[in-house]
């Protein structure tokens, strides 16, 4: 029946999640454990210490992302400002962005707008969104739009990086789907979850060799 075929698909998509999450996982585990062993044998420690470090803030990076995915609702939820969200985040992004010779440029149409959220939550989507903009970009501007419409806040981060092609875009938010040698692939599925739990959407706009625009969509108060 109708209802055994979800369950199968489910419990085959969750099979799929825990063999891409194993690989994941496995990949830097054999990294350092290989290193651990020629350290043992005292050669060239230094380096393999700084590899295995990077391998184990890879492992904790995918386990604390795949934690926000697996724990869903049970937050508490109070009414904070966009453009205060907005400007912590930017505060604390802005000494990476100028190491990239990136400005980030913030512009509200108003700067009244409320939102009932978690205020952690939110500000983890714009760290992940912005993180993303800085890394496909070598110098130029972020520009971050905020405005309102039907009731919503709409947040767009336009970045000047070499956009997506058609393929690419559709593998955005897949698990582990990354470019980066150093990515997890689970930050905008992270987003996604997010913004969703929070009643909202995100759209993405690319050119290639132009750049991408990120919309965040939220109800207001
Ligand atoms: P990660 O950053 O760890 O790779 P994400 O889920 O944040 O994982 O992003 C997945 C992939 O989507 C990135 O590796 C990159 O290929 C693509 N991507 C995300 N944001 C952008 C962007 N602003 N411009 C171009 N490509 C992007
Ligand atoms: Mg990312």
Redesign the pocket.
């Known amino acids: 029946t109708e209802n055994l075929l979800i369950r199968s698909e489910k419990l085959s998509m969750a099979g799929q999640l825990a063999a891409g999450i194993a690989h994941e996982i496995r990949n830097p585990l054999t990294s350092i454990k290989g290193f651990f062993q020629l350290i043992k044998k005292n050669e060239h420690s230094d380096l393999f210490y700084k590899i295995i470090e990077e391998e184990l803030s890879k492992i904790e990076q995918i386990s604390s992302e795949l934690l926000i995915l697996a724990k869903p609702h049970s937050e508490v939820r109070q009414s904070h400002s966009i453009y205060q969200l907005i400007e912590d985040v930017t505060f604390l992004l802005e000494s990476q962005a100028i190491i990239k010779n990136i400005i980030i440029k913030t512009n509200y149409e108003n700067t009244n707008m409320k939102i009932q959220c978690e205020d952690t939550k939110i500000k983890q989507v714009l760290i992940?969104?912005i993180?993303?903009?800085i890394?496909?970009m070598d110098s130029g501007t972020i520009n971050i739009n905020v405005k309102e419409k039907n009731h919503c806040a709409l947040i767009s981060i336009t970045?000047e990086?070499?956009?997506?092609s058609e393929s690419?875009l559709k593998?955005?938010?897949e698990p582990f789907?990354?470019?980066?040698p150093?990515?997890?692939?689970?930050?905008?599925?992270?987003?996604y979850k997010i913004i969703e739990n929070h009643g909202g959407t995100i759209c993405v706009d690319?050119t290639l060799g132009q750049?991408?625009t990120?919309t965040v969509k939220l109800p207001l108060n």
């Open positions: 992940n969104l993180k993303n903009a890394e496909v970045d990086g070499n956009g997506m690419s593998k955005l938010g789907y990354t470019t980066k150093k990515g997890t692939g689970l930050g905008l599925l992270v987003c690319s750049g991408t990120f």
